[in-house]
């Protein structure tokens, strides 16, 4: 995957600039408070055990080893992407966790959850480092690559001006509470349509 390929070069010149660096060393294979990883956070990620808080998980990861800070709104971007182009190559979901159309942008709610705590603040990783395999960490580099480099604001921005949100959000669910669903099948099929034809 490379940039051109996913259009938006254009929108690069708007990316906030200057990553802070952050570091943060945990050892063992718990938490600075002394709790166990989650039974949801396997050490080692397989494809059988593979979940969007996993893959959130090694996002962060990656922004720190990279020296990048990532808060619960660039996060939520970051495994949208992750999810959008994996269906786009391969025509298979990542995860089988579904996000919503929320009002900042796609959002899956399981993973905000997990991290709301740290509200608009960095995101500080907890827990033994992850295994992941290097097919996974291939499409993690890929991704983050070109969107890494995008403030939250801009990736929210990206989002919402695609049409897998746009859908979604205009489906007809009414009330101040409708987050509804962007199904699989409309981001494989956008995303698919913006890699170049084959030769």
Same mark, same amino acid.
């Given at each position: 995957m490379t940039s051109n390929v996913i259009?938006? @070069?254009d929108q690069r010149e708007a990316a906030a600039s200057g990553a802070v660096t952050f570091r943060v060393t945990v050892e063992g294979s718990v938490s600075r #408070?002394?709790?166990p990883l989650p039974p949801s956070l396997p050490r080692k990620i397989t494809k059988?055990?593979?979940?969007?808080?996993?893959v959130a &998980?090694?996002?962060?990861e990656f922004c720190v080893e990279h020296g990048d800070l990532v808060t619960n709104l660039k996060l939520? &971007?970051?495994?949208?992407?992750?999810?959008?182009?994996?269906?786009?190559l391969h025509s298979q979901p990542l995860f089988a966790e579904d996000f919503q159309a929320g009002d900042s942008g796609p959002v899956e709610p399981g993973v905000f959850s997990e991290y709301k705590e740290f509200a608009g603040r960095a995101i500080a990783p907890t827990g033994a480092a992850?295994? #992941?395999?290097?097919?996974?960490?291939?499409?993690?580099?890929e991704v983050m690559e070109v969107y890494g480099r995008f403030s939250a604001f801009d990736l929210e921005r990206m989002t919402k001006d695609e049409d897998p949100w746009k859908v979604a959000k205009h489906s007809g669910q009414q009330g101040e509470d409708a987050c509804?669903?962007?199904?699989? @099948?409309v981001m494989r099929k956008y995303y698919? #349509? &913006?890699?170049? @034809?084959?030769?």
């Open positions: 259009g938006h @070069d #408070s002394g709790m059988r055990n593979l979940t969007a808080s996993a &998980k090694r996002i962060i939520q &971007k970051l495994l949208y992407y992750m999810q959008a182009w994996h269906l786009a992850m295994t #992941s395999p290097r097919w996974l960490e291939k499409h993690i580099e509804p669903a962007i199904t699989k @099948d698919k #349509s &913006k890699l170049p @034809d084959e030769p």
